[in-house]
């Protein structure tokens, strides 16, 4: 039994140094490969943008920490245990490696694992390579398919099959030649583009896509026995990107370029079965706002993929929910929301349906919407934010003057000839009770009663948002570097540097801002829907590296080291079944050399815990950790060692890398 960990080490714990950063929320992967190890029974799907690692259980996602590094497609090879990608990327489960590859320029455009001839199979223009488990075979075959647009092993044809996109339809690959299977996959054309996948269930292959006839409708086929069967497919997917994967229930839908908006799916038969995720697709120009009564931070409507308006409500407080109401304004982007004390509800005026630009004012308090009927309508978009008085003050982006919700009207007044006119961006500081806004070159501040101008380092671009973190007020540019405004003076938010925070709302129950959609110059993308600005993220980085002969192990989180996550532990990848493995905590790196290029990193560990390995050679220790602030930056350093005689250089036992992880949002 563990006797000590570092949680009970708050003393000695080391901290991190406070970097501020986003930090992505999303809790399903937007993927950029995916394949199913059917000896654990897992699906492992590699994220590209940011780089992550997730495995699937069937049920839940659970993100591994430790393996960052951006996938191409590939395939698994069963007997090796590792992911092959078209590039020679290969993931043995603890490691990325470069794996040798066939002379000739570039990669493949697609691979699989036969698994009768127990051979991978890759195929480029013209060729196919094979490796055999020691060296590449190239052959040219007679004829070549016209197109590629996917490779599977087929077992209940002994053979690889592969998808073309132009007639004939499909192929199979015997070692030596292609030979036509069938030239008639339905709906097809020289810009389709499908995912295939073998259904081992139902012994069929399956392909989904979107037909070139029908404005793009998707649909999905199986094919046995020598014959096309057409499944029912939602109509609201986009089916051009996505690929399919086993996942030892059925075929699993996973998006390939932007977020699966349309929801996580799953066939099952020949039924598409919705699984119960709830996520908000990624969006622009989202409504936002937030309560320091209410708990969560609310996004209404939006920009979505496809330019389509949005109109749907979602809460988000550590995991999404829909907002449903019986009434609801109508779809649209670019409007704005702020809370009103005066109403106890949040206040939405205006908005873009993509024809008319709206006047109408929504009253919305946590659960329902209503629209307010006031006897003055702004004649003009507004940018809203709390008003110290009590309701709600809106600034417009061209005019000059500023309009004031009062709980049941509009009113407008003047703004001072020194103040203006067009704002780029609002926001309520709730730590001095005054509203700043943002404009060209300068920032302005209302108390209630008067407006008083500040210069501003930033252009009109700038967005400004109050943050809980440092009780600051943020102001962010694509163009400079991320500031802070006091009331007095701006300085430098660390760690931001140069960053664009499109939609955001502070989360006051857990001090920390949230951004709703954001902009290509994100660091991390443009395909994440929602995002944290903190000082104390979660990470795990290697910063030393173990030793065996072949197959080196590896230490990996599994899930997320943040406070109040009771599934959080520590997966140490050994490659050897039933093997007696240690894993050991730290704080300090102080390396002991024990031949063979092996290092001990972590002398007399505070923490040591002895354990078996499974049949996959995978060893897991439960780490849950308490729902307490004082541990964030927290950091711990864990090494392990498994009893591993064959690839070990020192006798016995071989060595895993060094995992930092440090605790955080």
Same mark, same amino acid.
């Given at each position: ?105 570039? +990669? ?137 994967? !086993? ?31 709830? !996520? ?17 931070? %609310? ?49 939405? %005026? ?72 067009? %704002? ?144 959080? +532990? ?38 040591? !815990? ?36 064959? !690839? ?12 930092? %992880?440090?605790?955080?949002?």
């Amino acid at each position: 039994m563990i006797r000590t960990h570092c949680l009970m080490f708050a003393v000695t714990c080391s901290a991190a140094v406070a970097q501020a950063r986003l930090v992505d929320v999303t809790t399903f992967p937007r993927a950029g490969t995916a394949v199913y190890d059917s000896q654990r029974g897992t699906t492992l799907v590699f994220e590209g943008s940011p780089n992550r690692l997730w495995e699937w259980d069937g049920a839940t996602f659970r993100q591994r920490l430790g393996a960052t590094h951006s996938p191409v497609v590939g395939t698994w090879d069963p007997s090796r245990r590792r992911f092959f990608g078209i590039d020679g990327t290969t993931w043995d489960g603890a490691n990325w490696n470069t794996a040798p590859m066939p002379a000739g320029p570039g +990669g493949f455009l697609a691979v699989a694992f036969d698994e009768a001839r127990q051979r991978l199979v890759g195929v480029s223009a013209a060729a196919v390579s094979e490796w055999d488990g020691t060296q590449w075979l190239t052959i040219t075959p007679p004829a070549a398919p016209p197109t590629v647009r996917s490779l599977v092993y087929d077992p209940t044809r002994g053979r690889c099959v592969l998808a073309a996109g132009t007639s004939p339809a499909l192929f199979d690959w015997d070692g030596a030649q292609w030979s036509v299977i069938d030239a008639s996959l339905p709906s097809q054309g020289s810009s389709f583009t499908y995912s295939m996948a073998y259904d081992p269930q139902h012994a069929r292959l399956v392909v989904h896509g979107n037909t070139m006839i029908g404005a793009l409708a998707p649909r999905t086929w199986s094919y046995a026995n020598g014959a096309w069967h057409a499944i029912a497919t939602p109509g609201t997917f986009d089916a051009r990107n996505t690929q399919l994967i !086993h996942d030892g229930i059925g075929l699993l839908r996973l998006d390939t370029v932007t977020f699966p908006g349309e929801g996580l799916w799953r066939l099952e038969g020949d039924v598409w079965r919705r699984l119960p995720f709830e !996520h908000p697709v990624r969006r622009s120009q989202a409504a936002v706002g937030s309560s320091p009564t209410l708990a969560g931070t %609310f996004a209404f409507g939006g920009n979505g993929p496809n330019n389509v308006m949005l109109g749907d409500t979602w809460r988000f407080d550590g995991v999404w929910q829909r907002v449903s109401s019986i009434v609801n304004p109508s779809p649209r982007r670019a409007a704005s929301m702020a809370w009103s004390p005066a109403n106890q509800a949040f206040v939405l %005026f205006g908005g873009y349906d993509g024809n008319t630009h709206l006047d109408d004012t929504w009253l919305f308090d946590g659960v329902n919407w209503q629209q307010a009927q006031p006897v003055t309508v702004p004649v003009e978009a507004l940018l809203l934010a709390t008003d110290p008085a009590g309701g709600v003050v809106g600034v417009s982006t061209t005019g000059s003057r500023y309009w004031q919700w009062d709980g049941t009207d509009w009113r407008n007044n003047p703004l001072p000839a020194s103040i203006g006119p067009g %704002f780029s961006s609002i926001c309520h500081d709730p730590a001095r009770n005054v509203t700043v806004a943002a404009s060209y070159y300068a920032v302005a501040e209302w108390d209630g009663t008067a407006w008083t101008q500040y210069s501003s380092p930033f252009a009109f671009t700038a967005q400004v948002n109050f943050r809980p973190e440092t009780q600051l007020v943020l102001a962010t540019s694509p163009q400079s570097t991320a500031l802070e405004w006091d009331g007095i003076a701006w300085r430098p938010a660390p760690g931001l540097g140069t960053v664009s925070i499109e939609a955001a709302a502070p989360d006051y129950a857990r001090g920390r801002l949230w951004t709703f959609g954001n902009s290509p110059s994100t660091p991390t993308g443009s395909n994440r829907t929602a995002m944290y600005v903190t000082t104390t993220p979660a990470v795990a980085e290697r910063i030393a590296y173990g030793c065996s002969f072949a197959n080196t192990p590896g230490v990996l989180t599994d899930g997320i080291p943040t406070p109040g996550n009771p599934n959080f +532990g520590v997966i140490a990848e050994t490659f050897a079944s039933s093997a007696p493995t240690a894993i050991a905590f730290g704080f300090q790196m102080q390396g002991a050399h024990l031949g063979g290029g092996c290092v001990s990193w972590l002398q007399s560990p505070p923490a040591l !815990h002895f354990l078996v390995s499974d049949g996959t050679g995978r060893a897991r220790f439960g780490l849950p950790i308490p729902n307490s602030p004082g541990l964030l930056s927290v950091a711990l350093l864990v090494q392990t060692g498994a009893m591993d005689p064959a !690839h070990s250089p020192i006798g016995s036992f071989v060595v895993s890398d060094v995992l930092r %992880f440090v605790l955080g949002d």
